[in-house]
């Protein structure tokens, strides 16, 4: 079976999780720069892994509403299909992973200042993990 890329983009850096050969447990992997390679990076990544879908995280609001993030957001996975052939592109709602990550390394012993060198990776591994407990 082929691996999950779960990504939780934002204007920076795009958080980086992957899913085992069975689509079962999601791995932090390293953020990804937004700039001038991020796509070239991505293709690669998703070639060295052999991944056939990648979940993008879909910021929405608490109640439901759609943000300025989400705008953004649906944008980059609309560019990422156009740019990785043979891969499918979901959206997947990713309300509350960045608390959820930042709970779960405070909780892990990691300090404030090195969460923010983890938080978006670790956000795509709530979500991309959320997404493999609802689609198991």
Request: with cysteine; hydrophobic share 40%.
């Amino acid at each position: 079976m082929t691996r999950l890329l779960g990504l939780d983009p934002g204007t920076r850096r795009i958080g980086v999780a992957i899913s085992d050969s069975r689509r079962t447990l999601a791995s932090a992997r390293e953020c990804v720069p937004v700039d001038d390679r991020t796509f070239d990076t991505l293709r690669a990544l998703v070639d060295e892994e052999g991944v056939d879908t990648i979940i993008v995280g879909r910021p929405i609001s608490l109640s439901g509403a759609e943000t300025a993030s989400t705008e953004a957001s649906d944008q980059f996975a609309q560019d990422l299909a156009s740019s990785v052939e043979n891969v499918t592109v979901v959206r997947f709602d990713e309300r509350l992973t960045t608390v959820s990550a930042r709970r779960q390394l405070h909780e892990s012993g990691v300090k404030d200042r090195r969460q923010r060198a983890l938080i978006d990776s670790a956000a795509a591994v709530v979500m991309l993990q959320n997404y493999l407990e609802h689609h198991a």
